[in-house]
């Protein structure tokens, strides 16, 4: 019969069992789970079980994530965002949540961009921890995505970022994720970047403060290689500040906009 | 003169520069990004950049926060 063992199709005896399977496939293994239910005691399998083995405190290597990452995904379309360059300038609110989204897909390389240090007041919205404040903020989050996806390749610049570096940084990316919190910020990156890389993406963000209604965050196609998410107007200013929900809900319909650019080469 | 601005039509009665459209709209120069015909407009050009009729326009107002 068939079934599948860490997402990956085996065919085994029509009589085996759990035990019979660890014995043979994975000695170590200290926990094992049948179509998502942990099992202490042994049991028959049956056909098209879902058997997950696994040894407490050993990583995944970089392959087995690979798999496992195509399992979910479908291959065809992980190979897509395997290649995928992103850039994500900012690492604040939306930078970070961005970033977490597409290391979670397995994106193949992000270069990621900033010159902050994580602070208290950051922790209300961005993707950081008590023990990191004080780091820089792209140290503190090639550490956290390090955690989640060691395969994916993260270049990380602690810098301010201006016209002056902007190609040196971002030369060798296919899409660019704005994660500014200045609108003046906001808009001397979007200007630039269309402006000098006419065959790459930008996806922007604006107008995400406060805790007004979840949907009327949008993502518009502003003009061919140019996204904008938000509502285009929630400023962050006093009595309306940013948090942790809607920031997230902007940061993700960024991270998906990236993820339909590197699938299907155009997002809606 | 008749411009598109994001997606509308408009009608306006003398000559403007994109600053002075700008100031029109009541925008910040340098919170904007202007997209004329097709092609983003450097904003050290927004100065000298005579709108004419038919022109289309995208503005993008970027408010602060991420």
């Known amino acids: 019969m068939q079934i599948y063992l860490n997402e990956k199709q085996l065919h085994v005896d029509q009589h085996c069992t759990l035990y019979e399977l660890r014995n043979t496939q994975q000695k170590n293994a200290d926990l094992l789970i049948i179509n998502g239910q942990p099992i202490e005691y042994d049991q028959p399998l049956h056909p098209g079980d879902r058997v997950i083995m696994l040894q407490r405190g050993r990583h995944p290597s970089p392959e087995e994530l690979e798999r496992l990452l195509a399992a979910r995904h479908t291959p065809e379309v992980q190979q897509k965002i395997k290649q995928g360059k992103v850039g994500i300038a900012g690492a604040g609110g939306l930078g970070s949540h961005v970033a977490i989204a597409l290391v979670r897909v397995g994106i193949g390389q992000l270069t990621i961009v900033d010159f902050d240090v994580v602070e208290p007041s950051n922790l209300n919205r961005q993707q950081y921890f008590i023990d990191q404040i004080g780091k820089p903020k792209v140290m503190a989050l090639k550490e956290n995505l390090q955690r989640i996806n060691p395969a994916c390749r993260i270049n990380i610049f602690n810098q301010k970022i201006g016209p002056e570096n902007i190609k040196g940084l971002f030369g060798e990316i296919d899409i660019l994720v704005e994660a500014f919190d200045a609108a003046d910020q906001k808009a001397m990156l979007t200007n630039y970047f269309l402006a000098n890389f006419p065959d790459k993406f930008l996806v922007a963000a604006s107008g995400l403060a406060g805790y007004e209604p979840s949907n009327t965050i949008q993502t518009s196609r502003v003009s061919d290689r140019f996204y904008l998410c938000g509502d285009g107007v929630s400023a962050a200013e006093p009595g309306r500040g940013l948090m942790a929900p809607r920031v997230g809900i902007a940061a993700h319909h960024q991270a998906n906009t990236v993820l339909q650019l590197l699938i299907n080469q155009t997002a809606e | ?66």
Do not use: C, W
Not at chain 2, 9 to 30: A, C, F, G, I, N
Not at chain 2, 46 to 62: A, R, S, W
């Open chain 2, 1 to 66: 003169m008749k411009l598109t601005i994001n997606g509308e039509s408009h009608e306006y009665h003398e000559q403007l520069t994109v600053t002075q459209l700008l100031s029109r709209l009541k925008l910040r120069p340098d919170q904007v990004v202007v997209e004329l015909n097709r092609s983003i407009l450097a904003p050290e050009t927004h100065n000298n950049t005579e709108l004419k009729t038919g022109d289309v326009i995208e503005l993008v107002q970027f408010v602060g926060g991420g």
